[in-house]
């Protein structure tokens, strides 16, 4: 399965802002995922400032934190895992 290169994802994360997107990536068991959410929340869904902190450390690993809507929470995955974003 192919995956997106590390700069179209931020490119696709950028361009989605506050919509909604749905983003089909393999999780660590090597199953493929699809979920639905958004990547910067908008004004209902607020953080807290420890939650930005662990936004950030999650972005140093490679991670891109994720609100899931269906879950109701904030998620993550690896921006080297993603195959789609649309």
Known sequence: MNTLSRETVQYLIEEKG??????????????????????????????????????????????????DLQKKKWVSFYVDKVVDIR
């Open 18 to 67: 506050t919509k909604i997107a749905t983003v089909d990536f393999i999780k660590a068991d090597g199953s493929l995922r699809v979920a639905n959410g958004l990547f910067k929340p908008s004004s209902h869904i607020v953080g807290s400032d420890r939650g930005v902190m662990q936004g950030e450390a999650m972005k140093q690993r490679g991670q891109i934190p994720f609100y």
